[in-house]
């Protein structure tokens, strides 16, 4: 049922009314961000109990490509609201060739994180090497999935480029950027 097949029979979203793009694609994002907060609070926790573990596996990681992986991820969503813009003002042309650039980006930062995790593979670290590795693998790991099934959706939404859409594709995407701005330091850059 759609927001305006809600609205016809009374049966408003309430807040959701005023996020761009679906309501439901919100409900998606509070789910989403609801999983990744408990990843990252197990992290957290671990971390703590684990400090030397956590320590010795954070030295492992390049944080320098996860860094390059952040401007690259950041420049896309970018590129998303660009599109989102052009989308709103009725140009679908301009919008696809900025939601091809956020796409594009996010094909960059998975062959980045593909080439991360081949050196840590490389280097012996695996999902059962340490409570760290296990926690890394699979946090990055899902956000990994979420980048790819961003792509999707923005291909999906680009086809018509009308702006409901794409409005709808970019906030699933910002989603994936919001998340990425929260992992890196947590992950890379604060020590235990």
């Known amino acids: 049922m759609s927001?305006?097949?809600?609205?016809?029979q009374g049966t408003g979203w309430g807040i959701l009314e005023d996020l761009p793009g679906d309501p439901m694609i919100w409900v998606l994002i509070f789910s989403e961000l609801a999983a990744?907060?408990?990843?990252?609070?197990?992290?957290?926790?671990?971390?703590?109990?684990?400090?030397?573990?956590f320590a010795?596996?954070?030295?492992?990681?390049?944080?320098?490509?996860?860094?390059?992986?952040t401007i690259v991820l950041v420049t896309s969503g970018w590129a998303a609201a660009r599109g989102a813009a052009a989308a709103r003002a009725g140009e679908s042309r301009r919008a696809r060739g900025w939601l091809f650039g956020a796409m594009a980006l996010g094909v960059v930062f998975i062959a980045?994180?593909?080439?991360?995790?081949?050196?840590?593979?490389?280097?012996?670290n695996g999902l059962e090497t340490s409570p760290f590795f296990t926690l890394y693998f699979l946090l990055t790991g899902f956000h990994l999935l979420?980048?790819?099934?961003?792509i999707v959706i923005l291909a999906v939404v680009s086809r018509g480029a009308r702006a409901a859409g794409v409005e709808t594709g970019t906030a699933f995407w910002h989603m994936v950027d919001l998340l990425w701005i929260v992992m890196f330091p947590i992950i890379y850059l604060v020590h235990p």
Not at 36 to 53: C, E
Not at 146 to 150: D, E, I, M, N, Q
């Open 36 to 53: 990744f907060g408990l990843f990252l609070g197990a992290f957290v926790i671990a971390r703590a109990l684990h400090p030397a573990v």
């Open 56 to 69: 010795a596996g954070q030295a492992s990681l390049d944080a320098q490509l996860a860094g390059i992986n």
């Open 146 to 150: 979420h980048v790819g099934l961003g």
């Open 3 to 8: 927001a305006t097949d809600c609205e016809q």
């Open 112 to 124: 980045v994180k593909l080439f991360e995790y081949a050196g840590e593979i490389a280097l012996g």
